[in-house]
Structure formats: structure tokens, C-alpha cells
């Protein structure tokens, strides 16, 4: 995107990439459906970001959803709204829009370099350090864009190797942290076996936040062989993961029966079951099997399951005590990053003038549903705007 912003502004422009091909972890973004953005109001939307939401709203603002998608079609595709008001190309793949785009730049004049990998400055001023297959080279900038992604699926190149680099150069940068991830918890080991990869569909997650207000959302997730993880996980992460970090653990409620109320389900369950098993009473009078009922036996005991106010209070407000994130490498993205106290209003480094940053390397995190996507784009334009006002004000 700066280098788009950038190329119309006159500039020449060069990508260096240290991967063999471009956009490789945009590619993987559209595995099983390449979420663009979404369509909700712009105010809600924004309050997506949480805690950065005042500082990515001007550029946000500035290349708002509606110009992303009139973006994406001009490059000819289409894009749909899904029931989630989530926004995806009609093909629902990354690599046509991916084509598109590049076609574009190369007949703007954007040269690209890939297996580039940045390794620092050189001597002299504006000089960077590149490693490439046939050894190590410079390269003379007027002006950079770092758009070197966080510290997530870093065998797509987002591995994290600038922080040393940015932080020698008095660069103040918050330690990467992994967002929208799975988490561990004890599960007993028959537990793990058998219902590992099960997913949880239909159910609603109640948390408590650090201001005592407690958020209901409902979806689906995902057991792991040491957790759980999945987009309603993915919802809350942020909170769990800090949550953790004060605290040693957080505490999520599951609602086993979002559509049933306490009381009819103490109802269900206080009716004698007979000769009937327990699995049997569940299965017959809740629909209640597999993994939900697997849950159930894992946090009580035969005789709280025999309680039937214990148990129903239990079907509406499972507890599951996280523990720890999983690795950061994992993670769909990654929170820290370059502190925005240490950029200008044109994301220019305050301590070292002409280079600017951009995108998931910066200090912000938000949940999936396309706010991601959205504000890289929106930042690598602004960062590309502020190289053009900056080599304008150089001129003059």
C-alpha cells in the first residue's frame, strides 16, 4: 500500500522482500476465505482496535472500509458481505487479488526484489544492509518504509528479527506478545485423547473483564490436545492473555445451552432418570453428547453430577481455567510492536528521520472479522503519504 501511495506520488520505489515471492502471509489470510474487511458503521468498527482505537482512527478514517473494497474493485473483483457482515472477493481467495495487485505496481514502476532480507544500516547515511542469495549488499534510500510484520508464522518472515535492530537505534518498542490464540489449560489426559479436534458449536463464552464487566459472545471454538483455541477464543484473547500475565490465569465461562434458560434446564435435569445412565438423562433430555457432555465430566465429579442444581448451573456456566497463550509463533497475529509515542503523525521514527513504519510491527492488535487487513492497509498508506510529505518538505 505505501509503495502503491508512494509510486502515484512520483516517487521510485523499491520492495525488498526476504521471502521468494510476495505477499506469502496475505496468501495464508485467505486460507478458507480471505476476510477483507467488515461492513459494520465505522463507529463500532473502530472500537474494535480497544485501547488504540484514538490512535488508528485518523488513518483508518483516511482509508475507511468502503475505499478498501472500492479499492478491491478496481482491481477488478468483487466482493460480497457474509451473514457475519463479514467482507470477502466473490472467490473468496487472496491469490487473484494478489495478482491484481501486483500487476498493478509493476506497471507503475514498482520494482521488487525478493530474498532480501533486511539486516540493518550500512555506513552511510540512508544506507541499508540486505542479505540475498548471492551475498550480502547495500542499498541507498531517501526514504524507507519497515512494514516487517510481528512475531507470528515467522516461517512466512514475520519473525520478529527488526525488534533488536529498531531498539539499538533508541527505538521504543513493546515486547510481541501473541493475539488471537489458543490457550492451555490441564485437560486430564482421557480427556485430551478423546475429544482433541472436537469443536464446541452453539455455545456462548461469558468473561469478566479487568472492569468488572462481564461479555457474553456466542459462536464456537475449538478443543486442542492442550486447550482450546477458535474464533470466540480469538474474541477474547486479549484480555486472557493480559489477564494471565497479572494474575497466573484466567477464569471463562462456556454456556453449554445459550438457548435454554437455567431453569428449564434445571427442569431437565432434575427429572429421576431411573435406570438410565447419566450420559443417557443428558443425551435424552438436552441433546447434550460428545465433547459437551466429555466437558461436563471433566469438571465435576460423579456426585456433583449427581446434583442436579450443581449440574445445571454447570451446563450454563462451565468454568475453564486458562493458564497460558499458546506460542507466539502460533498465533494468527501478534500484539506490541513500535510504540506509537515513538512515530510522528506521518508514522515517521522520531529517532531516526526517513524511516517510517507501518502495519502489524506497530504497537496495536485487534480480533479477526477483516480489522486486521483493514488497518494495515490503512496504515502502509499513511506511512506512504508521510514519505511524500516529508521528501516534499526536504525539497523545499
Known sequence: MAAEVLSAGGAKVTVFDAMPSIGRKFLLAGVGGMNITHSEPIGPFLGRYGNRAETLTPLVNAFTPDQLRNWIHDLG???????????????????????????????????????????????????????????????????????????????????????????????????????????????????????????????????????????????????????????????????????????GSATIYVDLLPGRSLERVLTEVAIPRGSRSMASHLQSKLGLTGVKAGLLREVLSKEEMADPTRLARTIKALPLKLIRPRPLDEAISSAGGVRFDALDANLMLRALPGVFCAGEMLDWEAPTGGYLLTACFASGRAAGEGVLHWLEAGRT
Open 77 to 247: 473483483i468483487e466482493t460480497f458481505v457474509g451473514t457475519s457482515g463479514r467482507v470477502f472477493p466473490k472467490e473468496m481467495k487472496a491469490a487473484p487479488l494478489l495478482r491484481a495487485w501486483l500487476h498493478r505496481l509493476k506497471n507503475a514502476g514498482v520494482s521488487v526484489e525478493v530474498r532480501h532480507r533486511w539486516l540493518g544500516w550500512g555506513d552511510a547515511p540512508g544506507t541499508l544492509r540486505l542479505a540475498t542469495p548471492t551475498g550480502e549488499t547495500t542499498f541507498k534510500a531517501d526514504a524507507v518504509v519497515l512494514a516487517l510484520g510481528g512475531g507470528s508464522w515467522s516461517r512466512l518472515g514475520s519473525d520478529g528479527a527488526w525488534v533488536p535492530l529498531l531498539a539499538e537505534k533508541g527505538v521504543d518498542i513493546a515486547p510481541l506478545q501473541p493475539s488471537n490464540c489458543g490457550f492451555d489449560l490441564p485437560w486430564t489426559d482421557f480427556f485430551a485423547e478423546k475429544h482433541a479436534g472436537a469443536p464446541l458449536k452453539s455455545v456462548a463464552v461469558s468473561y469478566t473483564d479487568a472492569r468488572g464487566a462481564t461479555i457474553v459472545k456466542p459462536g464456537e471454538f475449538v478443543v486442542t490436545r492442550t486447550g482450546v483455541e477458535g474464533s470466540l477464543i480469538y474474541a477474547f484473547s486479549a484480555a486472557i492473555r493480559d489477564r494471565i500475565t497479572a494474575q
